[in-house]
Antibody, heavy 122, light 110 residues
Framework: EVQLLESGGGLVQPGGSLRLSCAAS????????MSWVRQAPGKGLEWVSA????????KYADSVKGRFTISRDNSKNTLYLQMNSLRVEDTAVYYC???????????????WGQGTLVIVSS | QSALTQPASVSGSPGQSISISCTGT?????????VSWYQQHPGKAPKLMIY???NRPSGVPDRFSGSKSGNTASLTISGLQSEDEADYYC??????????FGTGTKVTVL
């Protein structure tokens, strides 16, 4: 059974940093691209970033480019999102998601974690 | 990249069919057969219902179907059931090699 468990969310001041983690199990982690998707309170979904199975290819939404970095450690079956220069508008539940088989990096997400809440506020 | 446009709400009675539209541009929906649909119940993570316009993942009922014409994709739910009441989001691959989601549609079963 595929399981994705996010951690690392919390309260941070504007301009601060936070690193999210996503522990994956139930599938061969290194074979699949992975994504981060966020959802602000009461709002819709926003695609944030994606990474290839090897970690060699990454993609970012314009809203986070230059501030967020996606990475993975295939030896630990873990996905990361390093978030720097955080803004109030980055407040959201952040979901880790597995990409459908056959996609290099960006792709539809077939399994999702339960999300971790990030609040950016002074 | 602007969000794809969906109606805010759609409703129907049990057993009826409803359709949700998702309108984009030549840089996303019209340009690629990489449109997906997700269902999200309150307080839950999204669930993939359709990918690559028409493909259903294993376990998704065949009451759910997808289509596309030009810059507009559609999700049709046939034989509407109470458990179908949820928010639905479309998404599409874009010419920037990223993904974009739709604005979301609340489906109400009357």
């Amino acid at each position: 059974e595929v399981q994705l468990l996010e951690s690392g969310g919390g309260l941070v001041q504007p301009g601060g940093s936070l690193r999210l983690s996503c522990a994956a199990s139930g599938f061969t982690f290194s074979k699949y691209a992975m994504s981060w998707v966020r959802q602000a309170p009461g709002k819709g979904l926003e695609w944030v970033s994606a990474i290839s199975g090897s970690g060699g290819r990454t993609k970012y939404a314009d809203s986070v480019k230059g501030r967020f970095t996606i990475s993975r450690d295939n030896s630990k079956n873990t996905l990361y999102l390093q978030m720097n220069s955080l803004r109030v508008e980055d407040t959201a539940v952040y979901y880790c998601a597995k990409v459908v088989e056959g996609y290099d990096s960006s792709g539809p997400q077939d399994y999702w974690g339960q999300g971790t809440l990030v609040i950016v506020s002074s | 990249q602007s969000a794809l446009t969906q109606p805010a709400s759609v409703s129907g009675s049990p057993g009826q069919s409803i359709s949700i539209s998702c309108t984009g541009t030549s840089s996303d929906v019209a340009g690629y057969n990489y449109v997906s649909w997700y269902q999200q119940h309150p307080g839950k993570a999204p669930k993939l219902m359709i990918y690559e316009v028409t493909n259903r993942p294993s376990g998704v009922p065949d009451r759910f179907s997808g289509s596309k014409s030009g810059n507009t994709a559609s999700l049709t739910i046939s034989g509407l059931q109470s458990e179908d009441e949820a928010d639905y989001y479309c998404s599409s691959y874009t010419s920037s090699t990223t993904y974009v989601f739709g604005t979301g549609t609340k489906v109400t079963v009357l």
